[in-house]
T-cell receptor, first 115, second 116 residues
């Protein structure tokens, strides 16, 4: 069983479209995250949810909207896609946001290409 | 200021030799955790090793060890007996206790190539 699963793995779409990326974790973790990895491989946090509550919302265009229907799911919806949104998006989860030595478990990433 | 700095964008190592990947960090929090992740060409992120700021001993996990020098604020990853499968991007990351607890800071990564 995949611990953190993201779908789709690849997404090619035209500018201006709206798309969603789904993430589910079966680890019972309390906290979930979205990270963006750009073409230079730099990882930057976008959002974090703890038990369905938004706790981190970095400086991200408001075209990006996370949604957490329950603590096992964190989806990312992107409106009006732009070329600069092309990147790999990683979902991750951690067992307890209040415990220092708990690392992330990452999903396999979604490679988004906007043409 | 950068929270995590990895100064080696790319490195080569001969198979079976040891290699050290550098990582320095910046924090004023007395309690923090340091992590290393591996990202092979397939793209997934794989957790390798963890070091807590109060841990007295350097962390080890199989062929991976973390050379933790607190006063220098460095947390270098040492891979012993390199294998071809070690070729990947390696990311150093930090989690602070007091500030921004749920946020990991990642370095820019080091691309390691293991030569046969």
């Amino acid at each position: 069983d995949t611990a953190v699963s993201q779908t789709p793995k690849y997404l090619v779409t035209q500018m201006g479209n709206d798309k969603s990326i789904k993430c589910e974790q079966n680890l019972g973790h309390d906290t979930m995250y979205w990270y963006k990895q750009d073409s230079k491989k730099f990882l930057k946090i976008m959002f974090s949810y703890n038990n369905k509550e938004l706790i981190i919302n970095e400086t991200v265009p408001n075209r990006f909207s996370p949604k957490s229907p329950d603590k096992a799911h964190l989806n990312l919806h992107i409106n009006s896609l732009e070329l600069g949104d092309s990147a790999v998006y990683f979902c991750a989860s951690s067992q307890d946001g209040q415990v220092l030595n708990y690392g992330y478990t990452f999903g396999s990433g979604t490679r988004l290409t906007v043409v | 200021a950068q929270k995590i700095t990895q100064t080696q964008p790319g490195m080569f190592v001969q198979e079976k030799e040891a290699v050290t990947l550098d990582c320095t960090y910046d924090t004023s929090d007395p309690s923090y955790g340091l992590f290393w992740y591996k990202q092979p060409s397939s793209g997934e992120m794989i957790f390798l090793i963890y070091q807590g700021s109060y841990d007295q001993q350097n962390a080890t996990e199989g062929r991976y060890s973390l050379n933790f020098q607190k006063a220098r604020k460095s947390a270098n990853l040492v891979i012993s007996a390199s294998q071809l499968g070690d070729s990947a991007m390696y990311f150093c990351a930090m989690r602070e206790d007091l500030y921004n607890f749920n946020k990991f800071y990642f370095g820019s990564g080091t691309k390691l190539n293991v030569k046969p």
